[in-house]
């Protein structure tokens, strides 16, 4: 998303078929098949997102979550006037769209061509100098090492890659020392709650401990979609053995006056479970 790409967490029946008619279950699904589901299913839903959740995001608004906790208030990335800034999983590019506007020099990655497509045509409406974007897996970074000052992702690419490890190292490698990488992502204790927005979405009815994706597949038993889950304890982990120093681990909670739902997060559970995590690291 760019901003925002939430993604869904498993349904109480895990046999239970999704919206396009797919089985939606857990089993195991590696790197490339991942990939693939990711880049095809935002390609064919890129359209319908950006028209439910575009005024939400804003084109020019760097907000972290559903929970809309901003970038202008929060300022997790530090100083970015100046700084060379690397959006992954970045969608219509809303938040390097701000970044820009304050001063840093933003590129902004996602595996969709579709979603960048939505970029280009935001900044044609609007005129001015263009959003660079590159397509790419954020798990194989196409930018030599040390190339950027700062690193973000609002729920985009980390929940949907195979190997988040290796994303990190990824991540770490094209950043400076110094460099600090932030992201969000669904907060991971929701993996043990079905994706309901109402009250069959308070009761726990899977383990939180189980690293077993959650997958859509066709009836030729090919994945359409594809998420991870990582407990809190595993992205610490993650962040850690890649070379990064974890600065901070913020759970935004509900705001006052928030009504509005998006998927599984409503007021309702904002106000009683975290939905968000965003992790705030540092490269050595």
Do not use: K
Request: glycine share 10%.
């Amino acid at each position: 998303m760019g901003s925002i790409t939430v993604a869904t967490t498993p349904p109480s029946d895990l046999h239970d078929l999704d919206d396009d008619g797919d089985d939606a279950l857990r089993r195991e699904a590696e790197s490339g098949e991942s990939s693939r589901a990711s880049r095809h299913w935002w390609d064919r839903n890129a359209d319908e997102y950006q028209d439910e959740h575009g005024e939400f995001l804003g084109d020019d608004r760097f907000t972290w979550c559903p929970e809309g906790l901003d970038e202008a208030d929060v300022r997790l990335l530090g100083e970015v006037a100046g700084r060379r800034v690397l959006e992954i999983g970045a969608g219509a590019a809303q938040c390097s769209r701000w970044l820009a506007a304050r001063g840093a020099r933003p590129v902004a990655l996602d595996i969709s061509h579709r979603q960048l497509q939505h970029s280009r045509r935001i900044d044609l409406v609007r005129g001015g100098a263009p959003v660079p974007v590159v397509q790419a897996d954020a798990a194989v970074l196409p930018f030599a090492d040390g190339s950027f000052d700062l690193a973000c992702s609002a729920y985009g690419a980390v929940p949907f890659s195979a190997d988040t490890a290796a994303l990190m190292r990824e991540v770490r490698r094209v950043l400076r020392p110094g460099g600090r990488w932030v992201f969000s992502v669904t907060h991971p204790i929701r993996w043990a709650f079905p994706d309901e927005p109402g009250v069959e979405g308070l009761t726990a009815t899977a383990s939180y401990f189980d690293r077993t994706p959650y997958v859509e597949q066709d009836a030729q038993g090919r994945a359409t979609y594809v998420e991870h889950h990582r407990t809190v304890g595993d992205r610490v982990r993650e962040l850690v053995g890649a070379g990064f120093r974890l600065l901070d681990v913020v759970e935004p909670e509900w705001p006052a006056g928030l009504e509005q739902e998006w998927g599984g997060w409503s007021p309702l559970r904002g106000r009683l479970i975290p939905g968000t995590a965003v992790f705030v690291s540092e490269r050595d």
